[in-house]
């Protein structure tokens, strides 16, 4: 089984995932023994644009491919990023700053963690006013819908896409959280899983078969089957594959 992992913090020192090289590449071990064919690194773009560059992950993931394949890990390496929704994000994506998916027509976004001030469902319509679709990374894990889920509807109707995380499916993140991802998923409102890694071994490690087994268990393997390799692959815009 070929699944696809799009949201994944594996590339070293850039943001709060692994810290060296050694561990992204076991990341990659871990991930290629599930059956992952193709890994989405999303490094924060508040981390890559304050701390580093877009060149230098670019090299990032050109290296981590190198050594990956000469230890002969399966798993390859593309580029996307977290994108944390905000007035200038638009503007970012124009000017190259924030990236979508592997160069495709879809980009992940994270929506404020707090309350604030700010529209997004017009930052989100002027995404797709410039022809992308926006994913948003782990709705279940956010206040704003936790407090309305209503609104989480809202978005998906008006063209977003949801993205959960495996480990809420089975309570990484706490009961609330696992129930909500419950809720979401049997409603028809995720679009695909991804695991969020940010290490090898722990919280938060590659986990993208296991939250495939617990989907599964919620709206059958063929539904949870799409939305770790169909739907994902899609989104991946890969033409070799």
């Known amino acids: 089984m070929e699944i696809y992992d799009l949201h994944n913090h594996l590339l070293p020192s850039i943001d709060d995932g692994p810290d060296d090289m050694e561990e992204t590449l076991e990341i990659v071990k871990i991930s290629s023994n599930q059956g992952?064919?193709?890994?989405?690194?999303?490094?924060?773009?508040?981390?890559?644009?304050?701390?580093?560059?877009?060149?230098?992950?670019?090299?990032?993931a050109d290296k981590t491919n190198e050594l990956a394949s000469a230890r002969g890990y399966e798993a390859k390496i593309k580029?996307?990023?977290?994108?944390?929704?905000?007035?200038?994000?638009?503007?970012?994506i124009q000017n190259?700053?924030?990236?979508?998916?592997?160069?495709?027509?879809?980009?992940?976004?994270?929506?404020?963690?707090?309350?604030?001030?700010?529209?997004?469902?017009?930052?989100?319509t002027d995404i797709?006013?410039?022809?992308?679709?926006?994913?948003?990374?782990?709705?279940?894990?956010?206040k704003m819908f936790i407090n309305n889920y209503e609104f989480l509807h809202e978005l998906v109707d008006q063209g977003?896409?949801?993205?959960?995380?495996?480990?809420?499916?089975?309570?990484?993140f706490g009961k609330?959280?696992?129930?909500f991802s419950h809720e979401i998923l049997s409603d028809g409102l995720c679009h695909i899983i991804a695991s969020d890694t940010h290490m090898a071994r722990g919280q938060r490690?590659?986990?993208?078969?296991?939250?495939?087994?617990?989907?599964s268990k919620i709206v059958g393997p063929e539904?949870?089957?799409k939305l770790v390799s169909d739907n994902p692959r899609e989104l991946l815009n890969i033409n070799d594959i």
Request: hydrophobic fraction near 45%; include cysteine.
């Open 36 to 60: 992952v064919k193709f890994i989405l690194a999303t490094p924060h773009k508040k981390d890559v644009n304050e701390l580093h560059s877009i060149n230098h992950i670019r090299d990032l």
């Open 79 to 92: 580029l996307g990023m977290e994108n944390h929704l905000d007035t200038a994000l638009v503007g970012d």
């Open 96 to 124: 190259g700053c924030a990236l979508t998916m592997n160069e495709g027509k879809y980009i992940l976004v994270e929506m404020p963690w707090e309350d604030i001030e700010i529209d997004v469902v017009s930052i989100l």
């Open 128 to 142: 797709q006013d410039i022809g992308l679709t926006p994913v948003i990374a782990h709705p279940e894990r956010m």
């Open 160 to 172: 977003a896409l949801m993205q959960l995380t495996a480990s809420s499916l089975y309570g990484k």
């Open 176 to 179: 609330e959280i696992e129930v």
């Open 205 to 215: 490690e590659p986990d993208l078969i296991k939250g495939f087994e617990f989907a």
């Open 223 to 225: 539904d949870a089957f």
